[in-house]
Each structure stands twice: as structure tokens, then as C-alpha cells.
């Protein structure tokens, strides 16, 4: 007992504060790196969901190599429990720079270089590595504090540790994301990292530092936060060039809306880009290829009422307002921002026809998942306009069980047609597209539409390549006509269809073998098994 007290006594002795305050100072510290540390990987989560695609592909790396990495962290801190206090300083100030430039980086590498996968795994193995060593070398510290028994002290650490994450977890998507976006948060993120992990061990530890490792921890840590915030500084100026590289010289509108970055490049109508996170949506060069295939084949019967799911830029609409005996339009999109710029934006706008302004047409601002489930029925044509579809959040809208929604919302004799990407460039996700309509209980007809020579992946959801020949040939693209009964739907144009620019009957009549001739045997996707993947 008497060498207890000797013992908590010399502890106490080392720090400048009572052990009770030193141990509440350590948890603070916990509280706050555990925050920080989700923050830095919610942020390579976001960032390479976006650049990259397929969400759950990039989660599963970013967490199971970060993960395996946080073990390789705790066993090489074992080195430095000798000297905790210094190393967890280094440790921290390492943590801030590598956490905080990680979405710099990982974005200057996808917009300069044109890929992004193995700065994903380098930041993710960094990061966990150094988050792996924090709790062990946390724990040599706060014994040092105030000893205690190992299992409350490892419950008081894994407690701030939680609770820390939980906070940052919270912060990122309702704070960090929509006020500062993925950048500045990252940045700041890491400042606040350097400052909580260099003021613990410079102040409550100061007495464990030779004169030498204090200097050498304020000259890091400064040089860390002064970096970090340079490049805050620097962040619009950045921003501004790597758009550019990705984008081009003619960026017109940039904007990042509750559920997407929005860019439109082009200076008028005929040369206008619509990208929706990163994704080239439309090129007025061809769009109306895509547009005119889409519609006017379930357009070819009845068609008084007429809903579009996605679609928000107003071209489908466009296409559909063309017929006089439309009595109504619902137009359902998830994102306002991007009908605001349909509406607004002079060269969206005259591409568009300026659609929004027919009183026949009715935005509404919803998931269209969720929007079905209420009961809307009675449309003679559903079309579904969507991007396309993958192991991400457009994946429950290609499902059977959005299809049967779908079905329910159709009237009797109506039409669905759903854009279901190039047959011949992703075939197995274009006929699980097809097996999923059919699961709904709904006949089919598969067609496909060649596009023009370009240097993107033909189809309304493309991503600039610019690693390859700009004349390389075209995918083209694909789509699913169906109707509920036994007998798939006719491949047609309306009589009352107006004069188009690029469909015929000609085309249509080639339109079914072109998409037939890559028939594969795909299984439907469901909510609970979704069977959507990368293809190469």
C-alpha cells in the first residue's frame, strides 16, 4: 500500500496538474483524434465513392485495409512506449498531415493523373497505421497520469475512444461536408488533430521531453498546422486548377448541392456538358440520340400521363412535351439543384426547350423509391431516366422490387422503359437491368441505339477517359421496353411521334438484334442481393 502511494506520488510528480485533471486532459485527447481519425476516413470513403464509383467497393477497401493497418500501428508501437510521449506527438503530428492532405491529394490524383485506386490504399494503410499506434502508447501515458487498474483504464480509454468517433462520425456528413466541403473539412480536420495531440504531450507531458524532442515537437507541429493551413488558404486556387483538368477550360457552373457536385462546361447551347459528380450526364453534342431513344418507343400507345423518374435536366421531358395529347407530366428528381439549373442556366434551359415552363409538366423534388410507395398509379407511360446503375445509392432503383412499384403505377396497357446502359460494354449489368423488370412480373423488349464516335463511354452516365484514343469506337446504349402481360411490348414509333433527328423505323427495326445479340443469362437484383458490379 505504502509503495502504491509512493509510486501514484511520483507520477503526479511528473505532470503539472493533479492526477484527476491529467487524466481527464488525456481522455480529452482521445476524445478528439478518435474524431478526427473517422473524419479522415469518412472523408477517403466519400472522396473515392465519387471519383472512383461503386460505394460499396471503396468502403470495403478503405475499412478493411485500414483496419489490418490499425494492427500492423499497435504492434510498432510497442518500440515506443519507452518514449510515449514524444512518439505519440510525432505520431499525431504525422497523423494530422497525412489525414489532412489525404482529399488533396486523392483528388489532385484523379484530376492530373487519372487515377486514384492506389493513393486510396496508400492514405488508407498510412492513416491506419498511425491510428493503430495511438491507443497503445494513450495507455502507457495516462498509467503515467494516474495508475489505476489495466481493465478501467483500458474501458476509460475505449469510452472517449467510441464517443470521439461517434462525434466525428456525426460531424462529417451534417457539418464538416455540406458547410466546408470534403477539402477545407479535411484540412481543418487535421489542424485540430496537430493542435489536440501537440498540446497534451507539450504541456501535460512537458516534464517526460528532453529539450531537445520539445523543440522538435513545436517545430513539427507548427510546420504541420502552418502547411495545412496554406493549403486552406490555397484551397479555392486548387480547386479552381483541378477542375479544370478534369473539366476543361469552359467551366461555366460548379456547384455542390445536398447530393452531388453539379458542373455545366460549354459556352451555349451546342457545346454544353452536364456532369453530376464527375460523371458526364449530357453532352449537347449527342444527347438527343440518347433522349429520342429513350422516349419515343414507350411513347407508341396511349400517353396522356407521363412519369419521368430522374430526368431532372429536362431533356426527356423535352422529348415527351413534343406530343400535343400529353395532358400531364410528373417529373420526379432527387436533387433540386439540378431542375433549378434546368430552369434557370440560359444554355440548360434552351437545350431543354425550356420545359419547365409548359404548364403540362410537374417537378417534384423526391427519392422516387419512396415517391412510388405512396400509391401514385394511373400513368400510360413511365420513364425511367436514371444513372446508371452499380453498388451505390441508384442501386435500389433498378431492383425487382422498385419495378414492381413501378408496375403498380402503370395503368392498364401502360409502358415502362428503363435506361439500362451499353449492352456490348457492360452486358451482364444491362441484362440483370432486363432479368429485374422481368422479375416485376412485366414483359420485355431490349433494344439498344449505337452512339456517335467520341472519346467518353457512350451512355448517359460516362466518365471522361482521357488515358485513351478520343476516336476509340463507340459502346452505345441500351435500353428495356415493358409492359405488364404475356407479351413483350411492340418496337415502334408512335403515329402522332414528331419529326426526329436520329430515330427511325429503320433504326428500331435493327434496335432489338443489336441488344439481343449479347444476351446473357442474369439473375434480377433485389434490396436484399444486389447483383450490380464494375464491369471492366
Known amino acids: 500500500m505504502i509503495d502504491q502511494q509512493v509510486s501514484l506520488r511520483g507520477s503526479a510528480a511528473r505532470i503539472p496538474v493533479q492526477p484527476r485533471t491529467g487524466r481527464l486532459l488525456v481522455l480529452a485527447a482521445v476524445f478528439i483524434c478518435a474524431a478526427c481519425g473517422l473524419v479522415y476516413e469518412l472523408e477517403l470513403v466519400a472522396l473515392a465513392s465519387y471519383l472512383i464509383g461503386d460505394s460499396v467497393t471503396q468502403a470495403s477497401v478503405v475499412l478493411s485495409v485500414m483496419v489490418f493497418a490499425m494492427g500492423i500501428g499497435s504492434l510498432l508501437a510497442k518500440r515506443l512506449r519507452s518514449h510515449a510521449a514524444v512518439g505519440f506527438g510525432l505520431i499525431e503530428a504525422g497523423l494530422a498531415l497525412i489525414g489532412g492532405s489525404s482529399a488533396l491529394v486523392l483528388y489532385a490524383s484523379f484530376a492530373w493523373i487519372g487515377e486514384s485506386r492506389f493513393a486510396l490504399v496508400g492514405f488508407s494503410l498510412a492513416i491506419g497505421v498511425l491510428i493503430g499506434a495511438e491507443i497503445p502508447l494513450l495507455m502507457t501515458l495516462i498509467q503515467r497520469v494516474d495508475r489505476q487498474d489495466a ?17 466525428g462520425g456525426l460531424a462529417f456528413p451534417f457539418l464538416l461536408l455540406p458547410v466546408l466541403g470534403q477539402l477545407t473539412g479535411a484540412l481543418l480536420t487535421g489542424m485540430v488533430n496537430a493542435a489536440a495531440g501537440g498540446a497534451l504531450v507539450l504541456w501535460v507531458f512537458r516534464r517526460d521531453l528532453t529539450p531537445r524532442s520539445r523543440w522538435l515537437l513545436i517545430v513539427v507541429n507548427v510546420s504541420v498546422i502552418a502547411l495545412l493551413a496554406t493549403a486552406t488558404l490555397l484551397d479555392d486556387d486548387f480547386e479552381r486548377a ?4 478534369v473539366y476543361g477550360d469552359e467551366v461555366r457552373v460548379a456547384v455542390q448541392t445536398d447530393v452531388q457536385e453539379v458542373v455545366l462546361t460549354g459556352t451555349g447551347r451546342s457545346s454544353l456538358d452536364l456532369y453530376l459528380d464527375g460523371r458526364l450526364r449530357v453532352s449537347a453534342q449527342d444527347e438527343y440520340r440518347y433522349h429520342e431513344a429513350l422516349v419515343h418507343p414507350a411513347m407508341d ?46 444554355a440548360l434551359s434552351a437545350l431543354n426547350a425550356h420545359a419547365y415552363r409548359d404548364p403540362r409538366l410537374t417537378a417534384v423534388t423526391a427519392d422516387a423509391f419512396n415517391w412510388l410507395r405512396a400509391g401514385r398509379g394511373g400513368y400510360d407511360v413511365v420513364i425511367s431516366d436514371l444513372p ?39 452486358p451482364r ?65 408512335s403515329p402522332r411521334a414528331p419529326k426526329l433527328r436520329s430515330l427511325t423505323e429503320g433504326v428500331l427495326a435493327g434496335a432489338a438484334r443489336y441488344a439481343e445479340r449479347g444476351r446473357l443469362p442474369e439473375q434480377a437484383s433485389t434490396l436484399v442481393h444486389p447483383r450490380y458490379w464494375e464491369e471492366p
Open 429 to 493: 449489368t444491362f441484362w440483370t437491368v432486363e432479368a429485374s423488370v422481368r422479375a416485376a412480373g412485366l414483359s420485355t423488349r431490349p433494344y439498344g441505339v449505337s452512339g456517335r464516335r467520341t472519346g467518353f463511354a457512350a451512355g448517359p452516365d460516362r466518365t471522361p477517359d482521357r488515358m485513351t484514343d478520343r476516336t476509340r469506337a463507340p459502346h452505345g446504349w441500351g435500353f428495356v421496353l415493358a409492359r405488364p402481360g404475356p407479351r413483350a411490348p411492340a418496337l415502334g414509333l
Open 151 to 167: 481493465g478501467g483504464t483500458v474501458a476509460d480509454l475505449f469510452a472517449a475512444d467510441y464517443v470521439g468517433a461517434l462525434v
Open 301 to 346: 400507345g396511349r400517353h396522356a400521363r407521363v412519369l419521368i423518374l430522374g430526368g431532372g435536366d429536362g431533356l426527356a421531358a423535352r422529348e415527351v412535351l413534343r406530343y400535343p395529347d400529353v395532358r400531364s407530366v410528373t417529373l420526379v428528381e432527387i436533387d433540386p439543384g439540378v431542375t433549378r439549373l434546368a430552369r434557370t442556366d440560359p
Open 242 to 245: 483541378a477542375r479544370r483538368a
Open 388 to 426: 446508371d446503375p452499380g453498388i451505390t445509392a441508384s442501386t435500389k432503383l433498378y431492383s425487382a422490387e422498385f419495378y414492381g412499384l413501378v408496375a403498380e403505377a402503370l395503368a392498364p396497357g401502360g409502358r415502362l422503359v428503363v435506361h439500362g446502359g451499353p449492352p456490348n460494354a457492360r
